[in-house]
């Protein structure tokens, strides 16, 4: 540590949390009174550092914003009534907070108000408003300090060290989960990603001071690792290998909290910048050029991996290794099973996810070869599934309509099967695609529209492609007990349904409320761990006869 | 600090009328208001007051009441707590996944009918789960 003189909070208040925050903070703290001689204080102390503010007096306050912005040290109100928060916003204090707050609340609007006045001496030159300021601080989500917070409270520590390690933590394909289940869970998987990547660093005794850095509404992290002085810095085969430690961690965590569909969405990548500290380059200039760097080697890494799974699912169509979990669709009132939805997995584990595995195969013009060969297994798999008048859905993309071999079986009645459609594919031809539908629907098939209401297009073009069933999407079944408007949407596609003479299915069923909601609004059909999980088409037949 | 049991609702509108009518139905029926005329001075009384309730008009000048939605649910504090609802005189299907997106939990079109208003608040506020 250095013996520098610590930094002064200046403040009229005596509250015994402040004095805390301040501890928090690692700040002195210099209490004026009466209030009145805080304009001239500040301008007496050289190392103030925040100014806190109680007095109601408007014009005593006005005096001190002045005193204190000519010297950029930003001024905190501590209010006690919403007249306070008005005076806030019209004398432009960069922070203010209800008293009686706890020590951290004070301590977090203190830390935003230096952070605050930090930015705007390397952002924009322009104020922006409050409340976009407040974003580009803390993540709202993950909580983590933004770049321009951590850059303010480790400038010190990095000029001692003289040099910093920047982790770049790409995540991929969390705009997938978004699209799959909604907004709603990402965040939840977002914040289960922060809180196991913090728990993993907090983990490991490193002798280093490590700080996290969330970016606003984007899926990456940052942390900067500066080990302390005396320490070495890791190698790069130590900073591989901590890498994959993290992935490994972070990964068996979501499969814990959020199941194997979710988790086998997930990859994470990391690359890594060694930074120097030099004076002669502008400090924050220095870390975002090492950010930049850290991003590009987190890409590249990226790009290798994406070269390996390639090659691992051409192995997998060469030896045929997919295998197809059933997930049962069941009659909401009986709860018999009504169908069975297949899902084709990869055997390797980086191909386990139907979503990841197509969209490998789609990068590598596979598409064909991928559906054909899960298709195969499905119809082997059904026909020894199904009984009675039990329905094999079938996913299906637009284009293997256009595919010489599909739709040839001869194991199977095509009554019996249903062809998933999903809302989210473009369909180019319109005219064209229908033509094909209904060759199709000639000879017996029926159509599902899946991932239904996802997108803005509203119900005119499902209606376009005349479903049998119509798919709700699973971001309109999530916490569908609490959110009014995804019930009344729901009521409206299941009127809709029923004008069209197609059946609503309700996938995505987690808990019970959702279910019991879902039934109420007269959902004839449903889908979800609740009910039951998807299984291989064995071990489903041996437990439903055992249930019989 | 003077906080009643009564859980309470912050009115955003811009239009004056519209705001004093549904406020007075409100405090008629027992609950505090609150009444903001823009989104920026709807997101200090939102942190100040930490409202049970927000009912949040879509068009308003400056920031439209989807903004101001999306800022509320980003609160790190209160932002998943509290439920909004959002008035609007739009609710065509990509006006109910636009509601959706920014995060809202229920929609009243406009013209506003009262009764329809307090039914929705109410069935909003007995979801809030009560906490310190």
Known sequence: MTTAPRAFLLTDSADGALAEAAE??????????????????????????VIVVSTDNPSLLRSIVEHAGARGIPVVLAGENDIAYRRAIEFRVDDWYLAPATPVEISWRIRSAL??????????????????????????????????????????????????IIHYLNFVRYSKIEEIYGWEKLD???????????????????????????????????????????????????????????????????????????????????????????????????????????????????????????????????????YIDFHPIVLSESGDIFGY?????????????????????AEADLVWELSRLCRARALAGAKELLRGEQLLFLNVDPHDFADPGFGVLDSIDPRRIVLEITERTAIKDYPKFRERLRSFRERGFRFAVDDAGSGYAGLGSIANLEPDFIKLDISLINSIDTNFIKQNLVETMVGFAKEQGAMVIAEGIERSEELETVK????????????????????????????? | ???????????????????????????????????????DEAIALFESARPSLVLLDVLMPRRSGWE??????????????????????????????????????????????LADLELRVRRNLALVTPHA
């Open chain 1, 341 to 361: 939805e297949a899902l084709a997995r990869g055997v390797p584990r980086n191909l386990r996810s139907p979503e990841v595995m197509f969209e490998v195969a």
């Open chain 1, 520 to 548: 109420r609004i007269g959902v004839p059909l449903v889908q979800g761990f609740l009910l039951h999980h998807p299984a291989r088409a064995g071990a489903m037949a041996g437990v439903h006869a055992g249930r019989q």
């Open chain 2, 68 to 113: 101001v939605c999306r800022l509320m649910r980003q609160h790190p504090e209160h932002g998943r707590a509290v439920r909004i609802i959002m008035l609007t005189a739009l609710a065509e299907w990509n006006d109910k996944q636009s509601a959706l997106q920014t995060g809202a939990d229920d929609y009243i079109t406009k013209p506003i009918d």
């Open chain 1, 115 to 164: 952070a605050r006045v930090a930015a705007q001496t390397i952002g924009p030159t322009h104020r922006v408003d409050r409340a976009e300021y407040e974003e580009m601080l803390y993540d709202p989500l993950t909580g983590m300090a933004t770049l321009p917070v951590v850059l303010e409270r480790t400038r010190g520590l990095i000029k001692d060290r003289g040099e910093v």
């Open chain 1, 188 to 322: 939840q998987v977002l914040e289960t990603t922060a809180s196991a990547v913090r728990e993993f660093l907090d983990s490991r005794s490193l002798t280093t001071t490590r700080m996290m850095v969330g970016f606003p509404n984007d899926d990456d992290f940052i942390f900067l690792q500066i080990p302390d002085k005396g320490q070495p810095m890791p190698t790069d085969a130590q900073i591989t290998e901590a890498g994959r430690q993290l992935q490994s961690f972070v990964g068996n965590r979501l499969e814990e909290v959020h199941g194997e569909d979710v988790s086998s969405l997930f990859d994470i990548f990391i690359g890594s910048a060694h930074v120097y500290y030099t004076p002669k380059i502008r400090f924050e200039r220095l870390i975002y050029r090492g950010v930049r760097e850290a991003a590009n080697a987190a890409r590249s890494v990226e790009q290798r991996e994406r070269v390996r799974r390639t090659a691992t699912l051409k192995g997998v169509l060469h030896e045929g290794s997919v």
């Open chain 1, 24 to 49: 928090i903070l690692q700040m002195d703290i210099v209490r004026v009174n009466p209030a009145s001689e805080l304009p001239a204080s500040i301008d007496a102390h050289a190392s103030v550092r």
């Open chain 2, 1 to 39: 600090m003077d906080r009643s049991s009564a859980p309470s609702i912050l009115v955003v509108d811009d239009n004056d009328d519209n705001a004093e009518i549904v406020r007075a139905l409100l405090e008629s029926r027992g609950f505090p208001v609150l009444v903001a005329h823009d989104g």
